[in-house]
């Protein structure tokens, strides 16, 4: 890293040099230039995409108890789920019904999605709104971007902007589950130098909604920058640790209904027959990010961004595990005083340590005509997994944090696009995006159950994505199609190994055909959105999870997404303003046959050929045909806000078999936010916020998976569940001092 360091300043010192040698106003060029940076990867106000954003202002006002995804949960087609209940820990979003996996997550341009699962764990980096400027998300394939391919949304976030002035901010929240956070920070300006260094860190600690919930989470952010007229270099530092308790498993729906706050994860018996919990039963992970990025105004509307970056993590989840055979961990019998054990109780580590390094470069071109965009991006990823026995009730001649498995991971990605916007004439512009990806991924070592997993993937997808807008007045009209290619994440591969059928897992295609008005006045805003998701080779949910709490997917030919998204804004005074969006939707596979695991019967367990049961269509998971928000906002004064909000999210199906018992009901629920803030002395100030989620304190549960299994002998279904119910009635205090 330090001979990096040393290679950039050599190389870009002569654009320092004469940036240094020209006058410009610098709040101005300081915005410029930090927005560079993002720009070639967001949608502009001609894009023919649909997306919605957060500015600063809002983000300030997100609960501190909220993750990205629950901030983002009152967006369009939005669906938002915490395993712990009440926000903090992990938490997941669905767009449009499309997973974590399938949004594409980039922080100031660089992905932020893991190389090999294609998610983003949030819980990985805490109290993330304290460091954002802004967030763009956009719905369906969306603009060429960084990383695994947009297959429902792309979101991208940009890190805080340099403040012209010095400031000081200290932040402090608590509410219900014992949940307590508290931010600092400061920045210096910017100084005469050009310089400019900011610095943000945070804690949150609660017990959650659940048993087990518990999460001791920090974050920092810190960033230095250099502005030199039309040139900056600006490095940035994230760091996130979390330490939560293990709540993926979630609940029976019979043990729900004794008791939603009940989790099985860590339980044992004693000797006497008592219950007894596991007290670390816990995930751990560690993640540093860092950021080099090198802006230059080459020329009046000619500009160039480089970005380097690195991403190191480590960590482990910890289980207690009962009665396990030795073989399972590639042990032999046991003896102790004599006495043979070919089974024990067991404390075990899975863990992993990876390394993911990207560099991507930009050159941006505006004019009054033509706008356009090239860029290119190469990252690599290498990751290792392996699993220790650290403790087990008999043993013999185990060695110390005995290791029974270990596999690797390596996965390059390139990507070349070029984007432009030409305007036609008569307010009409045209969009055209070309992206070309190679992935090379390979796979090597054993997994937990000796299985060998050495394969390798190569992957090569061009992405075109075309479309037109028409600007007549306030009002704008648009359309676009796209082509998506995303290559099957890790545990789809190792699944489809291990299932004998890796040659047959394939990567999917996706059609997306989006039509689009909009309409801005200075109290109406209006916008309304069709779009029609088309996919080859949909990876879909089963309805089952591994062990670690990954979706497991399978193929289907044809599937579709299509629907309606209306949204819609209204200020009929000063003090009052009244937001809504709506989204209707069919989402089906086509010509389904779903594979159910048989036995004979249910005290041997002995395999049979799967059941099979034809669906000439059927719903997709996690998909539901309807969701929608409101909210009316009271503005009594200019310091001060009160907002209600209510959120509608319709059944889910959480296997591909339709079946309302294996569903989500829909569910309702509201919310409230007010703020004050006060004026103290000069430019100090001090705001006040009370968040209370779940007004009406309704009793629902929010995500779920599934395992079935049938008997040849007429037996009853085995069924196992794991609902993730969420947290009535619950509250959070913030207060927030600025200097």
């Known amino acids: 890293m330090k001979r990096l360091a040393l290679f950039c300043g050599v190389l870009f010192s002569p654009i320092m040099v004469l940036a240094q040698m020209e006058g410009q106003n610098e709040k101005t060029i300081i915005n410029k230039l930090d927005s560079i940076v993002v720009e070639a990867w967001r949608a502009g106000k001609n894009t023919p995409v649909s997306h919605s954003e957060l500015k600063r202002d809002e983000v300030r006002k997100i609960s501190p108890v909220h993750s990205i995804p629950m901030a983002l949960s009152l967006m369009p087609s939005v669906v938002s789920s915490t395993e712990g209940g009440n926000g903090l820990g992990y938490s997941t979003m669905r767009v449009r019904g499309s997973d974590g996996s399938r949004t594409n997550v980039t922080v100031n341009g660089i992905a932020l999605n893991d ?17 954002i400027q802004d967030i763009q998300l956009q719905r369906g394939v969306g603009t060429s971007t960084n990383g695994p391919g947009a297959f429902g949304a792309s979101l991208n976030l940009r890190t805080l902007f340099t403040s012209p002035e010095p400031y000081g901010v200290a932040e402090i929240g608590a509410g219900s589950y014992k949940s307590f956070t508290s931010t600092a920070g400061a920045g210096t300006g910017l100084l005469k130098s050009g310089l400019s260094f900011d610095i943000r860190y945070s804690k949150s600690i609660g017990e959650g909604y659940v048993r087990n919930a518990k999460s001791n989470l920090s974050s920092l952010f810190a960033t230095a920058g250099w502005y030199g007229g039309r040139s900056s270099v600006r490095l940035n530092y994230i760091f996130g640790n979390q330490v939560t308790g293990i709540t993926w498993e979630g609940i029976s729906r019979d043990m729900m209904a004794i008791d939603r706050r009940f989790n099985p994860a860590g339980m044992y018996w004693d000797q006497a027959g008592n219950v007894k919990y596991y007290d670390n039963e816990t995930d751990n992970y560690s993640q540093h990010h860092i950021q080099a990025i090198i802006t230059s105004e080459l020329a009046e509307g000619l500009n160039w961004s480089t970005t380097l970056h690195y991403t190191g993590g480590e960590g482990y989840y910890e289980n207690f595990k009962v009665n396990r055979k030795f073989s399972d961990y590639g042990l032999s019998v046991q003896n102790v005083d004599g006495v043979n054990y070919k089974r024990s109780d067991v404390i075990i580590r899975q863990a992993l340590a990876n390394s993911y390094y990207a560099a991507s470069s930009t050159l941006h071109y505006s004019s009054k005509v033509v706008k356009s965009t090239t860029g290119i991006s190469y990252s690599y990823y290498d990751g290792s997994h392996f ?25 390059g990605d390139l990507s070349v696009f070029s984007r432009g916007e030409l305007n036609l004439g008569g307010d009409i512009i045209a969009f055209g995006d070309l992206q070309y990806r190679k992935i090379n991924y390979s796979l090597r070592g054993k997994d937990k159950d000796f299985v060998t997993l050495d394969y390798d993937m190569n992957y090569n997808f061009f992405n075109p994505k075309a479309g037109i807008t028409y600007n007549p007045g306030r009002s704008r009209y648009y359309v676009s199609a796209s082509i998506g290619r995303k290559e099957p994440g890790r545990s789809d591969i190792k699944e489809s190994i291990k299932a004998g059928r890796a040659e047959l897992i394939k990567p999917e295609r996706l059609i997306d055909i989006e039509a689009g008005y909009s309409f801005s006045s200075k109290s109406i805003t209006l916008s309304a959105n069709l779009y029609f998701m088309e996919y080859k080779d949909q990876l879909v949910p089963t309805g089952r999870l591994s062990e670690t709490g990954y979706v497991i997917k399978e193929n289907v030919p044809v599937s579709f997404r299509r629907g309606v998204e209306i949204a819609a804004a209204w200020s009929p005074a000063g003090f009052i303003r009244i937001d809504g969006n709506l989204s209707l939707s069919l989402n089906k596979i086509k010509d389904y046959t779903h594979w159910t695991e048989l036995y004979d019967n249910p005290n041997d367990w002995s395999p049979m050929p799967q059941y099979s049961q034809f669906f000439k269509s059927t719903n997709l998971p996690y998909s539901p045909s309807s969701v929608g928000m409101g909210m009316v906002t009271i503005i009594p004064s200019s310091t001060s806000s009160l907002s209600i909000y209510g959120k509608h999210v319709g059944r889910q199906f959480y296997d591909n078999t339709s079946s309302d018992d294996r569903s989500i009901p829909s569910y309702f629920v509201m919310g409230f936010k007010g703020m004050k803030s006060f004026k103290i002395r000069g430019t100090s100030e001090l705001e006040l916020g009370l968040y209370v989620d779940n007004l009406l304190n309704r009793k629902y549960f929010s995500n779920a998976w599934v395992y079935m299994a049938k008997f040849a002998d007429g037996s009853p279904e085995y069924i196992e569940e794991g609902l993730y119910p969420q947290a009535g009635i619950n509250f959070m205090v913030k207060a927030s001092f600025r200097f």
């Open 115 to 131: 190389a090999e699962s294609q998610e983003v764990f949030w819980v990985n980096i805490p109290a993330f709104s304290s460091f």
């Open 387 to 411: 699993g220790n026995l650290i403790w087990a009730m008999w043993r013999e001649n185990i060695p110390e944090n005995y290791q029974w498995y270990i596999n690797d991971g390596y996965k």
